[in-house]
């Protein structure tokens, strides 16, 4: 599985060259890209002369002549070729190892080396930051990075078992948190920093699995084209007829509710069957018991058969609505799959809900649609926390003694940068990590370029970018952020629609030039409870309309109850806070404070590593092979802050 960059099978009819510098597309045949030679000039430093133009020139050869990797001094540029190409083997690897990685062209392989020899030989702590939009390939270079890794830091049988588990993690990671957007089969839907633990002698000792916010919307609903994640597809494909029955599942991924809303069950060249039989070694390699594998798939399967449940309306005598689910037979499966011994109860808490009379609860009836948002709020809950379930897993496997380790080498891959046809809060703060990132990065490559241009007395000019800085405030900073108004209003428990929330946002930045509310009258059917951010690679426009109910993250505590009473030790493992004697507490912090939390927490520890930045770059948005799209590339040069040569 592959967001493109080396393994994704798509072919594409060929056509002629175009290579002159006032063309905006090219497409070349493939089968004239196998020459040995060098392209172009592979380090950006030594272009004469370096303007915008000749940057991207050089780029568009080099890509023609499958040269996708294209330095900038230390810096690594790499762009994404959407189709196998013959860099990756073990003789490569081989060479990078042995060799003096600066003699050699620009490649992943040499960026990791070299991070490596810096570590062992100086004792340097490193960070490898991967950089791009999604779909640039970040996933597929994190990869890389391990497999090299794990190569030169394999010396004794016990490094090799933590090195093995190294390579293999990324499958469970990928598997249970990648999904299939409208722009990448293989988009993670997770921001994540891994932590690679060696002793004096440079061998691997563990490592520690940090992952941001996962998409667990994507559970419930998917835009047109994407898919759910990957998981659900390989368990349906890959599960023989005894596990399937096991699970009381259907192969054909079409019964699920939760499968169909994009129209898209299968990615062309990926076979979900093979890929189940990957996920379920990968767990067996990182210690999974049959017992807990049997335990998720039944938590998968029990998410799936939530999700087919059917409300029917109903009106009571007094007028008020009411319902009663349409399939109890789903109830009954997933009674039986999550071992609650009470089916009814399960139907009860599902279709009732209590609240607040004066010192009381009471029990109300809830409409179809409040018990939809119910079950697909335990659809999320029960998904999520597994996920957060299997990296505490694989953290236990990847754990290590602190007397043992000495140095430290850090992968990190956050979101890429998201626009699509509709964005709500998840694209909210997916951009925000974004903008967090791309803020180190443009810092890192200005800091760094104009350091070597003074140091070769070139003379050079700042191309103008986007600055994050401003966008960053407007979001986190001071007491009338977007972030701060956003918790001040799920603090307070007051109902608040889109576009009372967008009012108050609206009310504190007047003239922000980066923020921009609706107009006062809806116009050309634009709903008022959007707002647009001008984002370092784009303006974004976002719907506020649930906003509040997605940063507050709340779980129905007669859900988490529920769940906890099941004799099933996972989910019930899972729902801690449904112990009936454990006492309730103040409100969960909120996913927006969580993560501006966690953000500046991962920044900070990295801010005084050796830095590795390796930018992964669109060639189009088609996901089409020898394919060129200069304005495309233009527009990611750009935003990255390079500076140029005048």
Known sequence: MTDGLHLQQTSHPTSSTSNNASGTTTTVNSSSNNSQEDVGVSDLLFLEPLTEQSFIDNLRRR??????????????????????????DEAILRTYRTCKTSNLPPHIFGAATAAYRDLTGH?????????????????????????????LASKTRESDLINNRLII????????????????????????????????????????????????????????RERNFHV??????????????????????????????????????????????????????????TAECQSVFQILAAVLKLGNLQFLPKTNVDGTESCTVLNEHEIHEVSELLECSDSKRFMSVLTTGLVQMKADLMETALSAQEASRLRD??????????????????????????????????????????????????????NYTAEKLHQVVSDMIMKYEQEEYVKENIAWTLVPYAGSNEVCDLIEKGNHSLLTVLDEICH???????????????????????????????TNN?????????????????????????????????LAELIYSCRHQLAKELFPDGNPARTIG????????????????????IANRSTTLITCIKPNDLRRPNFFDEEKVKHQIRYMGQVIKG
């Open 63 to 88: 890509f023609h002549a499958d040269k996708i990797y294209t330095s900038m001094g230390t810096l690594l540029l790499s762009v994404n070729p959407y189709r196998p190409l013959p860099l990756y």
């Open 123 to 151: 004792g340097a702590n490193q960070v490898l930051i991967l950089n791009g939009e999604c779909g640039s390939g970040k996933t597929e270079m994190s990869k890389l990075i391990m497999d090299v890794v794990a190569s």
């Open 169 to 224: 993690f990324g499958h469970i990671l990928a598997a249970f948190g990648n999904a299939k957007t409208e722009k990448n089969d293989n988009a993670s839907r997770f921001g994540q920093y891994t932590d690679v633990a060696f002793n004096s002698h440079g061998e691997t000792v563990g490592a520690i699995v940090t992952t941001y916010q996962l998409d667990k919307s994507r559970v419930v609903s998917q835009g047109p």
């Open 232 to 289: 659900f597809y390989q368990i349906l494909a890959g599960a023989d007829v005894h596990l399937l029955k096991s699970l009381k599942l259907q192969r054909n991924a079409e019964k699920y509710s939760l499968l169909r809303a994009g129209g898209v069950y299968k990615i062309d060249g990926l076979d979900e069957r093979r890929e189940f039989v990957i996920t379920k070694d990968a767990l067996d390699v990182l210690g999974f018991s």
């Open 377 to 430: 709020q335990l659809c999320k809950a029960l998904y999520n926390r597994l996920f957060t379930w299997i990296v505490a897993k694989i953290n236990s496997c990847l754990s290590y003694s602190s007397s043992s380790s000495r140095t430290y080498l850090g992968v990190l891959d956050l979101y890429g940068f998201e626009c699509f046809e509709k964005n709500g809060f998840e694209q909210f703060v997916i």
């Open 492 to 522: 307070k428990d007051e109902v608040t629609s889109g576009e009372q929330l967008l009012h108050k946002f609206s009310r504190y930045h007047p003239q922000d030039r980066n923020f921009l509310p609706p107009l006062e009258r809806p």
């Open 526 to 558: 634009v709903p008022m409870d959007q707002f647009k951010i001008r984002h370092f690679a784009g303006t974004v426009t976002y719907s506020s309309q649930t906003f509040v109910q997605k940063n507050m993250d709340m779980v129905d505590h007669s």
């Open 586 to 605: 103040k409100k969960p912090v909120t996913i927006a404070t969580h993560l501006k939390v966690s953000l500046t927490s991962l920044l900070s520890s």
